[in-house]
């Protein structure tokens, strides 16, 4: 029997975590996937002393919200799942625990659609950075559940690894979904020979009736990348990124507030 695949899911006992956690659960479910909750609780500042009485205090605490959190989702019980607490730094502990378990996709939950901005600074984005396995960042407000949609940033580059398309593919077909390949300020003309190489390389991997390749103008990428799937009901939006800097400029915190907070969107980024 094949191994069953593993869900990281980072937590830190928040509402908008609460949220994404299910929406985790029932992806484990549907795609047969086991899953670790993991929380990093830190050490506390030194103050004459007092540090180790104050780090028991905090272990404690997060024992008893992650007894809390299994009463809080009954439907954990209906996966393969486990729960760990550990003492360290969130990042390196979540980057060296994806390896350690051999984790086949990271499900994290941002503060909704202005915590993007603080996604792509801070801490999810240099998780993102570090591993190499998908990750789904599931804002609060927003769900992946029903929806029919999933639009594929792409510019066709050369440089562009297309084998990390099989995971947006278990997804569509798993999830049936229709996937929009979207492409930003450029036209059939404009596109290479090789690019367009690449674009039959997508069209014979996806094989799929619902697969369209559109493209669409904006002055700026990320407005045009939100603007287009917010308008043509896409409820995902997947990146199939060349290096960090291109996840980076995709959603840009000079945006945020233009265009993301008032169109939260799960993102997927490809690995």
Partial sequence: MKDQKTILFPTDFSPRASKALDQAIDFAKKFNYKMLVYHVYHRPINTEGTSTTLLRQIEGKAEKNLHDLEKKHPTLKDITF??????????????????????????????????????????????????????????????????????????????????????????????KLDIDVITLNRDEKMMTPGELKNRELMRGQFKKKGTSFSFTFNNNIEEGIIQYCTQNDIGLIAVLPKSYSYIRSIFHESLTEKMIFHSPLPLLVLK
């Fill in 82 to 175: 486990k729960c760990r607490k550990e003492l360290g730094i969130s990042v390196e502990n979540i980057v060296k625990t994806a390896t350690k378990e051999n984790v086949d996709l990271i499900i994290m939950a941002t503060k909704g659609a202005k915590g993007f901005g603080e996604l792509w600074g801070t801490k999810t984005a240099k998780i993102i950075k570090s591993v190499n396995i998908p990750v789904l960042v599931i804002p609060d407000n927003s769900s992946i559940s029903g929806i029919k949609k999933a639009g594929l940033a792409c510019d066709y580059s050369m440089k562009t690894d297309y084998a990390q398309l099989s995971f947006l593919i278990e997804v569509a077909k798993k999830l």
